[in-house]
T-cell receptor, first 117, second 114 residues
Framework: DTGVSQNPRHKITKRGQNVTFRCDPI?????LYWYRQTLGQGPEFLTYFQNEAQLEKSRLLSDRFSAERPKGSFSTLEIQRTEQGDSAMYLC???????????????FGEGSWLTVV | DQQVKQNSPSLSVQEGRISILNCDYT??????FLWYKKYPAEGPTFLIS?????DKNEDGRFTVFLNKSAKHLSLHIVPSQPGDSAVYFCAASAGGTSYGKLTFGQGTILTVHP
């Protein structure tokens, strides 16, 4: 499978615990995005990377949220001191920048479900 | 401020007929639009896209139409098949370095009856 890979697919955690999600983008995709989706809504943009550089993080929901992409390949999204309102699907997406129209296609992973109890 | 709106929460269509899903946007900086299909508990799957320099793009059974003056786009599926039943999301992006920061609509649940 050469698509965007996310794990774990499901995570149940107690309120106050920290959780980390991992995303492996499609090989050679230099842009990587994180989104969050809650029930009944479309995905909501959180942050993105160009290789290892985090180009925007102002849309991260609070300072409890942080993301890294240390070597420009996989990325992690960490939520500290989880709250019940953090329960959602966290989606990762990637694309390869370039002049061709195919570079405009953004591919999503299957998402990581978080339930905070 | 909902910059991308899908005003129909659901649509029901008979197999073989046309499905038309609609999307409106308010941000005039958007210049690239995408449609995604999503099954429960899965990530969105890319269907088709259109640049603002075009007014139509076709790929097999899927056609997207863009009316820039009305800030409206639509996805046509012909003929509709039961396997098309899913949630469809419209998404929009501004160009330049902002490209990829997608703004999504709320989604439309499409049900295709055999």
């Amino acid at each position: 499978d050469t698509g965007v890979s996310q794990n774990p697919r499901h995570k149940i955690t107690k309120r106050g615990q920290n959780v980390t999600f991992r995303c492996d983008p499609i090989s050679e995709h230099n842009r990587l995005y994180w989104y969050r989706q809650t029930l009944g809504q479309g995905p909501e943009f959180l942050t993105y990377f160009q290789n290892e550089a985090q180009l925007e993080k102002s849309r991260l929901l609070s300072d409890r949220f942080s993301a890294e992409r240390p070597k420009g390949s996989f990325s992690t999204l960490e939520i500290q001191r989880t709250e019940q309102g953090d329960s959602a699907m966290y989606l990762c997406a990637s694309r390869k920048t370039g002049a061709s129209s195919s570079g405009n296609t953004i591919y999503f992973g299957e998402g990581s479900w978080l339930t905070v109890v | 401020d909902q910059q991308v709106k899908q005003n129909s929460p659901s649509l029901s269509v008979q197999e073989g007929r046309i499905s038309i899903l609609n999307c409106d946007y308010t941000n005039s900086m958007f210049d690239y639009f995408l449609w995604y299909k999503k099954y429960p508990a899965e990530g969105p799957t890319f269907l088709i896209s259109i640049s603002s320099i075009k007014d139509k793009n076709e790929d097999g059974r899927f056609t997207v139409f863009l009316n820039k003056s009305a800030k409206h786009l639509s996805l046509h599926i012909v003929p509709s098949q039961p396997g098309d039943s899913a949630v469809y999301f419209c998404a929009a992006s501004a160009g330049g370095t902002s490209y990829g920061k997608l703004t999504f609509g709320q989604g439309t649940i499409l049900t295709v009856h055999p």
